[in-house]
């Protein structure tokens, strides 16, 4: 009955997206757009999913979210100081006017995005650049103050896309928003906000990562990326036939997913991407390392994650991924485990008292804290058990969750004692050198961690041309932070991309939680 | 001892005396009852978490009515939720009921400040309550005091419309011209003569009212606006669920009859009072 019932639901809430697919097109769906698709100005995942397809970086990443592949440069040299690195670009690029690309634009995009006029938020993922030149037509030259040992990593991000100068600057602060000229797989149709944007193939693209099987053009004429915010609708769209693939498959509907013989389910094993709750150090009552300590014990994260992500994600321990580059496990064993009354006994002996209401506190503070967030499902989910596993031990927890349009200016504000928040990264160096320096106050670094040592850490980390002296630099501050609790990292979410039957190669990446990246094998076979 | 008065027993019997409306009204006494010893009745704590047991199904040992995404139990949720609920729609309908008839009272009886008021209330008809409720909700933030403002804004011009034509019946009445030529005062008049004799077309809508108020209460708790998380409520609970509605549809459909229930009992009721009130449909 109840399978005659979701049927007829499926059947139901398909039937306006329904309208037939065009032939040799496929609709991508996701949950959210993105306010614009300029690579140096854009920081969102779902800009991302987009931009990947419409242009190319000078590297790519290999599946194993290690390995370094060829992009647009076909090779490249790193001088033995670290400091400069010299790219040998493809000499059959072509952008989707078909010019042809040359090193001026690599010049040029790599500058633009680090100029402060550009305000990009993440331009540091850049490195400290000395000069960028082109020395010859297909030759770039990229100079740094200091070595920068995972630059090459971030130019697998989508920050660093290539773009057509001449575009830019007719579009201004159009670009991305009204047009759009790249070296991807995919060209620019048109954008309609909060609703889809529409690529087409790019005929004559024959330089995708050496990644994927297929080495020439994309196999699928026009891509549809449609926004469906709904959870069940993307299912009901994507068990019907209605839409093609997603990454945004709710997890409570994996199981269930992979029993429809219509739909295939992939995943990838090494997704980073960690959801965590991080308190600001200088707010009354989470400024106590021991109260923060507390609160990390008494939280069941195991019991939480496998309520909440329906046991499709792991339980995290301290900030790093264990299948992050750089990661320590001596620090893991540094992050107290679940023990409620150890929780409580260490918030009596750090003198917070309970009183008649149930919350403690101490010197006429409360224990209690705001905390902010996006009102995702996961965060509404796993605040909501949170608050009442730290409801058990004396600690008030109030929730705020924003809808993402406001949720970020929100968030970068003083207003609240903690944060919920998730993120993509591809090693310790990626992910510590984001929120922990001091420069990097109040955001992306809301914690307002303030530490010397951890800067000076980070510092060797950026600049070590030895793995060895990187990964210990970056292990005394996975250390110093698993002792001060300055995180409770929740989950390690996995990636699933959900496809039809109608479409293959539909593999999961992940790249900066990107779940098609280029989509170079995506086929649409009926 | 007015007319409405003397005319009450039999309004109760010819109520009761539709097996639908009585139905209701029993249905609606138990509801109220629910949600005031919810406390006493509720197995748990509503926001108690047992993560060794979310999304259970109904019918279960522990968990009559299931659990939900959190692990929380439905029946104590329900219980807790229809207390929000009821108290959300209730105090609305009092607030936007007691100006409403205030309004419509001074319009019909000074006359010279009818068009003003009248004018008024249709500025106020004119907005959609829920997109008061979103204004609000933008300008203070959600939560149950912006929901409990969008309805008594609501209310208050439909309240004001039928106090005021109902009064201006009573208005034209000879006891009102008897009442005046004994020198009876204008407040003592209002007091004595015209409100009671309006209580019954202001009880039948306010009946009505009352599961408008709670449907759209509801509306704009599903839609964020209202309650959050994680206070119990229908409409929000409703909204939680939504995302497991093709694995757990108890989370959204248990709450979602609660409204709908509660709904057509206070329109049952009302149609009910509404023909027991009018001579012309009495047998």
């Known amino acids: 009955m109840r399978r005659l019932l979701t049927a007829l639901c499926l059947a139901a809430m398909a039937l306006p997206a329904v309208a037939q697919t065009p032939r040799n097109t496929a609709v991508l769906m996701r949950e959210i757009d993105a306010d614009r698709y300029d690579p140096a100005r854009s920081t969102a995942r779902s800009a991302g999913e987009v931009i990947y397809m419409l242009s190319d970086t000078l590297v790519s990443m290999d599946w194993d979210m290690r390995t370094i592949r060829p992009g647009l440069a076909e090779r490249w040299d790193i001088s033995p100081d670290g400091r400069t690195y010299t790219f040998h670009l493809r000499s059959d690029v072509t952008f989707c006017d078909g010019r042809a690309m040359t090193a001026d634009d690599v010049v040029y995009t790599i500058n633009r995005w680090i100029a402060p006029a550009t305000r990009s938020p993440v331009a540091w993922r850049a490195g400290r650049v000395k000069e960028i030149r082109a020395t010859g037509p297909h030759t770039v030259e990229y100079e740094l103050q200091e070595p920068f040992s995972e630059l090459l990593s971030q130019l697998t991000l989508f920050f660093a896309s290539i773009v057509d100068r001449a575009t830019v600057e007719r579009l201004g602060d159009n670009f991305g928003v009204q047009g759009f000229n790249g070296t991807g797989p995919y060209c620019w149709v048109s954008w309609t906000p909060r609703q889809d944007v529409v690529l087409q193939r790019h005929p004559t693209y024959r330089w995708g990562p050496p990644i994927y099987e297929n080495r020439g053009p994309a196999q699928i004429e026009r891509i549809i990326w449609r926004v469906i915010p709904e959870a069940t609708a993307r299912l009901a769209a994507l068990q019907t036939g209605a839409a093609d693939a997603t990454q945004y498959v709710p997890t409570v509907a994996l199981d269930q997913l992979r029993r429809v013989p219509s739909v295939t389910v992939t995943t990838q094993p090494n997704y980073l991407w960690d959801y965590y709750m991080a308190f600001k150090v200088d707010k009354p009552f989470v400024s106590d390392p021991a109260a923060r300590r507390a609160m990390a014990m008494a939280i069941n994260k195991p019991a939480m994650v496998r309520a909440v992500w329906s046991g499709h994600a792991t339980a995290a321990v301290n900030i790093v991924n264990p299948v992050a580059l750089d990661y320590d496990a001596a620090s893991d064993a540094l992050v107290p485990g679940f023990d409620p009354p150890a929780a409580m006994r260490l918030l009596d002996e750090a003198g917070w008292r309970a009183s008649t209401d149930g919350v403690r506190a101490k010197d006429g503070v409360r224990a209690s804290f705001l905390v902010y967030g996006i009102s995702t499902l996961e965060n509404q989910r796993q605040s909501e058990i949170m608050q009442q596993a730290l409801r058990r031990v004396g600690v008030e927890m109030q929730i705020q969750l924003f809808d993402a349009t406001v949720a970020w200016g929100r968030m970068a504000t003083q207003e609240f004692g903690a944060v919920f928040l998730s993120y993509p990264y591809f090693s310790a160096g990626d992910a510590l050198n984001l929120y922990f320096q001091s420069t990097q106050r109040p955001s992306p670094n809301r914690m307002n961690w303030n530490s010397p040592e951890t800067d000076a850490w980070l510092a060797t980390s950026r600049s070590a041309t030895d793995p060895a002296v990187r990964a210990a630099a970056l292990a005394n501050v996975q250390r110093q932070l698993a002792e001060a609790n300055v995180w409770i990292t929740t989950a390690r979410e996995q990636l699933f991309v959900g496809a039809s039957s109608r479409v293959t190669g539909a593999r999961a990446h992940g790249l900066y939680g990107v779940g098609l990246y280029k989509g170079l094998d995506l086929r649409v076979v009926r | ?283």
């Open chain 2, 1 to 283: 001892m007015t007319a409405a008065w003397v005319a009450r027993p039999t309004v109760l019997r010819l109520v009761l005396r539709d097996v639908a409306a009585a139905a209701s009204a029993g249905f609606l006494a138990l509801v109220v009852l629910a949600a005031l010893l919810a406390p006493w009745l509720a197995p748990f704590d509503p926001y108690e978490t047992d993560l060794m047991a979310v999304m259970q199904p109904p019918g279960g040992q522990d968990y009559p009515l299931g659990t939900d995404g959190q692990g929380r139990d439905m029946l104590s949720r329900l219980l807790f939720g229809l207390r929000v609920t009821l108290a959300m729609g209730l105090t609305a309908l009092v607030f936007g009921g007691v100006i409403g008839v205030t309004v419509g009272f001074i319009a019909a009886y000074w006359r010279r400040v009818d068009g003003l008021l009248m004018r008024l209330m249709d500025v106020l008809l004119s907005f959609p309550a829920i997109l008061f409720g979103l204004a609000l909700a933008a300008t203070f933030g959600p939560g149950l005091v912006a929901v409990v403002i969008a309805l008594s804004v609501a209310t208050v011009p439909l309240m004001a419309r039928i106090a005021r034509s109902t009064a201006l019946v009573v208005m034209a009445q000879d006891y009102i011209e008897a009442a005046r030529a004994t020198g009876m005062g204008d407040w003592r008049l209002i007091r004595r003569h015209l409100a009671p004799n309006c209580v019954a077309p202001l009880m039948v809508f306010a009946t009505l009212r009352l599961g408008q108020v709670i449907l759209l209460g509801s509306a704009l708790s599903f839609l964020g606006l209202g309650a959050q998380a994680p206070t119990a409520e229908l409409g929000a609970m409703a909204a939680q669920g939504r995302t497991f509605l093709f694995f757990a549809p108890h989370i959204s459909v248990i709450p979602s009859f609660a409204i709908f229930a509660i709904v057509l009992a206070c329109n049952l009721l009302g149609d009910a009072l509404r023909d027991a009130l009018d001579p012309k449909l009495r047998p």
